[in-house]
């Protein structure tokens, strides 16, 4: 049976310069000469998932996108799940209520207000990535086709914001400002188990390499969780292996702990 390899992108398979590893693209080269599948598995929206370096230079069977609302394989979308028009209007409302500054995330574009926080640095340092791949926000919900939100908070209450939105969806805190917003029971775990399901992968031929927090539901959803030597304390604890760092050779280690290489 073919085994699939779930790859978190920042932090796991580049640095915080967008730096690959030789030996991490030969590894996942290896892994796939050998007959396994290797994904990536990001919380970035498709949109944020054009580098050369991943999509050319490595080469991968499919792509999970926005935490598990955007499924590709072999180059075409087989499973998207968008925020509807009523849930942006929504969204628009409480988030504005509540201070925070958004960035909704899609399969071609990523949109936010400019003329209103274009000098948050946040905002700056994604337009600078993506180039054309940024937007402008305007008031219109119904221009976009987006699966997630990012939000810079700016307010003083953020636990009465959590208690508005999270009966109806997850939000991810990666520090007291910067979280993502995807609509409730999505993760990158779901995305795993719904590919898994479409390509008839059994949950025993699963394993996944991460480094952050919202990795945790999919190393310890898959059968093999693998963190990196780098990753934070709890990530570590909840994997099954951890590897070196990814600077020294994590990825092609990891494999080859597994004999996946």
């Not at 008839?200 to 919202?214: L, P, R, W």
Request: hydrophobic share 35%; aromatic share 12%.
């Amino acid at each position: 049976m073919k085994k699939a390899v779930f790859f978190d992108i920042d932090g796991t398979l580049w640095d915080h310069r967008m730096r690959v590893p030789e030996s991490t693209v030969k590894a996942i080269h290896k892994l796939r000469e050998n007959g396994q599948y290797a994904f990536l598995c990001s919380g970035r929206s498709r949109a944020a998932i054009q580098a050369k370096e991943l999509l050319e230079d490595i080469g991968f069977d499919g792509i999970l996108a926005g935490c598990g609302t955007y499924i590709e394989w072999e180059g075409r979308a087989v499973y998207e799940r968008n925020l509807s028009n009523e849930e942006l209007k929504q969204l628009f409302r409480t988030l504005r209520e509540h201070h925070v500054q958004i960035v909704l995330e899609g399969k071609q574009y990523l949109y936010a207000d400019l003329a209103e926080f274009g000098h948050n640095p946040y905002i700056l340092n994604l337009k600078k990535v993506l180039g054309d791949g940024f937007a402008p926000l305007c008031a219109r919900t119904e221009e976009y086709d987006v699966n997630k939100l990012t939000g810079y908070f700016t307010g003083e209450n953020a636990e009465e914001m959590k208690r508005e939105l999270s009966g109806q969806y997850e939000l991810l805190f990666h520090t007291p400002q910067v979280f993502e917003l995807l609509p409730k029971g999505f993760s990158k775990a779901s995305g795993i188990q719904w590919i898994c399901d479409y390509l008839h992968i059994a949950h025993e031929d699963t394993y996944a390499f991460g480094d952050s927090v919202n990795d945790l539901e999919m190393l310890r959803y898959v059968k093999h969780g693998i963190a990196m030597g780098n990753a934070s304390k709890d990530v570590k604890e909840a994997s099954d292996y951890v590897t070196s760092d990814l600077r020294e050779d994590g990825i092609f280690n990891g494999l080859k702990h597994f004999s996946l290489i």
